[in-house]
Structure formats: structure tokens, C-alpha cells
């Protein structure tokens, strides 16, 4: 993409959950929109580091990861597995994975057991 005055240009776009989101930072005690501003930030991060490297930067990618540690600190989630009989699966791409619990830190970085989202498949 081009500006009118010819200089290149980088559009950064996220998908967010607001609802999610929200739920995670009152979990945790988080200011509201924590973690919508580490989205907003990577975003530009990553659309300047695009223009800087002529490289696409898609998730997973070196550009993707280092823009997520540069961009502002965002709420901690953790995501657990569990089976259809609920017992807890060691990995969350367990094709077993019937639900999912999510649960964040408080502020000392302990987890805060009552889950804030549950995800069935």
C-alpha cells in the first residue's frame, strides 16, 4: 500500500475478544484494557517491522514473536484441556480436548483458580 505522497504503507490488524478480555483483567484485577493495548501495540509493531524487512509476518512468525515481547505487557491466560470425562489433558491440542478452562495470575503470580471463560468444543 502506498500514501499519496508515495511513501509505503503498513496496515496492522488483530482480532480481538473485548469480552474475553474484559473477563481476564477483572479476573486478575488487570486495568481495563490491558491486553487491548498490547494487541493495539504488537499491531503496529509488527506493520513497521513489515515495512522495515519486506517480510510478511504471520503468527508464529520471528517478527510475530518479537513484536509480542516488545509490544506493552498484556494479562496472563492459561489455558487448560480437559476430556469429556474431565479429567485435565497435558496439552490443549489434545484431540480429547472436549472443554476448556481459562484462568489468570494475580497479582503476585499466583494462579487464580475460578476459572473467567470456559470454552466447550
Do not use: C
Amino acid at each position: 500500500m502506498q500514501e499519496p505522497n508515495g511513501r509505503e504503507t503498513a496496515v496492522g490488524r488483530q482480532e480481538v475478544n473485548p469480552d474475553f478480555f474484559d473477563a481476564a483483567e477483572r479476573s486478575g484485577s488487570y486495568e481495563k484494557g490491558t491486553n487491548m493495548l498490547h494487541e493495539a501495540t504488537e499491531a503496529s509493531i509488527i506493520a513497521y517491522e513489515v515495512l522495515a524487512q519486506k517480510k510478511d509476518a504471520k503468527s508464529g512468525s520471528k517478527i510475530y514473536h518479537a513484536a509480542d515481547q516488545q509490544a506493552s505487557p498484556q494479562v496472563p491466560i492459561i489455558r487448560t484441556a480437559y476430556d469429556q470425562f474431565g479429567n485435565q489433558l497435558l496439552r490443549n491440542d489434545d484431540s480429547r480436548a472436549a472443554w476448556f478452562q481459562y484462568h489468570t495470575l494475580d497479582f503476585y503470580g499466583n494462579v487464580i483458580m475460578e476459572p473467567f471463560h470456559i470454552e466447550f468444543k
